[in-house]
């Protein structure tokens, strides 16, 4: 098999999507559930209108379900997607009814390597919210130049923060497939799998993410198209990762 290429593993991903557009059913439900696009523009929230009333104990009770629910969801569609990819990459094709009972069978599994996936997610997000902070005001205009210097100093900190939890999010990245085809959650797997491959991983996440970011701003319906097309290209794109750099660690061409 090839070395691991950039744009012939996106390419490839849309070649699996249009060779079994089942693919992209799973998602129709966790495609309701944007917890990372909510979380995000909560955080934003926060800084331009700062900390809202108190929620009532009913909100909060409401707004955890929505995230249970939609966590749940999430980690069966990518287990369903991560069986789908596996069966066309051995050149079958797994019915959907098949690929859903058994992604529901890794749920349990998954849930704990996504948890990880999702804390670093949100330690990026408020690195960089709080690291564009100063730049956004009601005016919108630029801080004064003479900033202080333990506001520097917590900017460049924040950025520090941002870029290691970036490195480990990207590194552990592979959890999906790892976790759903092997006896583990797949951190450690992953872990050791994109070793030296780190920037090609990162920028298959790169493209898929400028995607996500494109197709989230058409009016109305974008985020849940961005659910619902962007999601399952990058599950599919993840699991052909993790296919390429197992054989090849298998084969030797990594040491």
């Not at 069966?87 to 690929?99: D, R, S």
């Amino acid at each position: 098999m090839a070395e691991l290429r950039i744009i012939d593993t996106v390419g490839r991903s849309f070649g699996l999507l249009k060779k079994d557009p089942a693919l992209i059913v799973p998602f129709i439900l966790p495609a309701l559930f944007p917890i990372e696009r909510m979380i995000s523009n909560g955080l934003m929230l926060l800084v331009v209108l700062g900390p809202p009333e108190p929620p009532s104990v009913r909100s909060i009770l409401l707004l955890v379900l929505y995230f249970v629910v939609g966590f749940f969801f999430g980690a069966w569609a990518s287990a369903a997607a991560i069986f789908k990819v596996t069966e066309l990459e051995k050149g079958g094709k797994m019915g959907l009814q098949e690929a859903l009972s058994k992604g529901l069978e890794r749920v349990p599994k998954l849930l704990v390597p996504a948890m990880t996936g999702l804390a670093l997610y949100v330690l990026m997000t408020v690195g960089l919210t709080i690291a564009i902070s100063p730049y956004i005001s009601v005016g919108t205009s630029l801080p004064s130049q003479d900033v202080s210097s333990p506001s520097i100093v917590l900017q460049v900190g924040v950025g520090f923060l941002v870029i290691i939890g970036l490195y480990f999010a990207t590194r552990l990245r592979l959890y999906g497939p790892a976790s759903v085809l092997e006896r583990n959650f797949g951190l450690k797997t992953s872990w050791r799998l994109v070793k030296r491959k780190w920037w090609k991983l990162f920028a298959i996440l790169l493209i898929f993410g400028t995607m996500a970011a494109i197709v989230s701003r058409i009016p109305v319906a974008g985020v849940y198209l961005c659910g619902l097309i962007v999601d399952p290209l990058t599950a599919i794109a993840i699991t052909l990762v993790y296919f390429r750099l197992r054989e090849a660690r298998s084969s030797g061409e990594e040491h």
